[in-house]
């Protein structure tokens, strides 16, 4: 179980601005907690939801369906703020699917709240415009490291996000470095074996 320390220093990665202890409290005071199985959906398709959720423990990821194809987007940790973006901006039903890939435990913010928050709020507002800063800045880095070599792009994600490997398909893996499982596997098969080379 992660503690409140760990989830807040998390939470603090996520953004641009700092966050106070008045922003932990706005969010920890406004929050219901959510409980999800592995394989369960926190948003699913054809859902008019535009609630948000903060990942409190688990991991998460985030797919479009294009003529039955998966395209994995994001994938989402701790402290990782996730929402359906159609949704919630438009009121339609969303486009993408929010799935746990472990267990997970979430905050539930109603859209109503955190828009009342956002309005009374300048530091919470700074702190959540700060989150979307941090992503699309995350989303220039992940389109400059696709155009990479495959095994480069394999060895980056095995390197910042480990924790993947144990919990996600392969197939949501192999969709997100934009390659068929097949090669995943070939990749990984040959780094086993450089490995094992080397020592």
């Not at 592995?38 to 959720?53: L, P, S, T």
């Not at 155009?147 to 392969?170: I, S």
Request: hydrophobic share 35%.
């Amino acid at each position: 179980m992660i503690s409140d320390a760990d989830f807040r220093n998390a939470l603090k990665e996520e953004s641009d601005f700092p966050l106070t202890d008045n922003i932990f409290r706005h969010i920890t005071e406004n929050s219901d907690v959510h409980k999800f199985m592995r394989g369960e959906a926190i948003i699913d398709f054809g859902d008019v939801n535009q609630d948000i959720y903060l990942i409190k423990e688990g991991i998460v990821r985030g797919y479009m369906l294009n003529e039955g194809v998966e395209t994995n987007l994001y994938f989402g940790m701790e402290g990782t703020l996730v929402t359906s973006m159609h949704s919630y901006s438009t009121n339609s039903q969303a486009i993408i699917r929010i799935e746990c890939c472990s267990p997970t435990t979430t905050l539930h913010i109603r859209k109503n709240k955190f828009d009342s928050l956002m309005a009374e709020s300048n530091e919470f507002c700074q702190w959540v415009a700060g989150v979307f800063t941090r992503r699309c800045c995350y989303a220039e880095l992940k389109d400059k490291v696709m155009n990479g070599d495959a095994k480069w792009r394999y060895e980056w994600l095995e390197r910042c996000r480990p924790e993947l490997f144990e919990n996600v398909p392969l197939k949501a893996i192999a969709s997100y470095l934009k390659m068929t499982e097949v090669h995943v596997s070939r990749i990984r098969k040959k780094i086993l074996q450089e490995k094992k080379h080397n020592h």
